[in-house]
């Protein structure tokens, strides 16, 4: 209860109203359109366009990658992916995660996310 009454404090701090999107932007966490822009472009377009929106969004929002990766996470399991491409996601997901707690560069870990799901993408046999 203590964090909710914080981050309250400092959305009302900093906004005259206090709104989903402020909340969002005062936690540092990334709101369900940019996981739901994030998860469309992993799925859609083209590996360069990938790096780039997330990129751009962490640059512009201060988001952490490991908060989108578990929030990516959510989403992936809602989709209807076979299970073998859920199941090799979830793994490269959290071999990410491991290697951000290990220190290892954000923007090589973008584009190893990126890699990940272009491959499960386009990938025709078993994963």
């Given at each position: 209860m203590r964090k909710?009454?914080?981050v309250l404090e400092s959305c009302s701090l900093n906004y005259k109203e206090i709104s989903q999107a402020t909340v969002y932007e005062v936690t540092g966490r990334p709101s369900p359109s940019d996981v739901?822009?994030?998860f469309r472009s992993l799925t859609n377009d083209k590996f360069n366009q990938g790096v780039n929106i997330i990129t751009d969004l962490i640059n512009k929002k201060s988001l952490a990658l490991d908060d989108i990766i578990s929030?990516?996470?959510i989403s992936l399991m809602s989709t209807k992916?076979?299970?073998n491409r859920k199941m090799y996601l979830v793994k490269r997901m959290?071999?990410?995660e491991h290697r951000l707690a290990q220190g290892c560069n954000e923007k090589v870990q973008i584009a190893?996310?990126?890699g990940a799901f272009f491959l499960a993408r386009t990938f025709k046999g078993e994963l």
């Open positions: 909710v009454l914080n739901t822009e994030i929030e990516l996470h992916l076979d299970n959290a071999e990410i190893a996310l990126v």
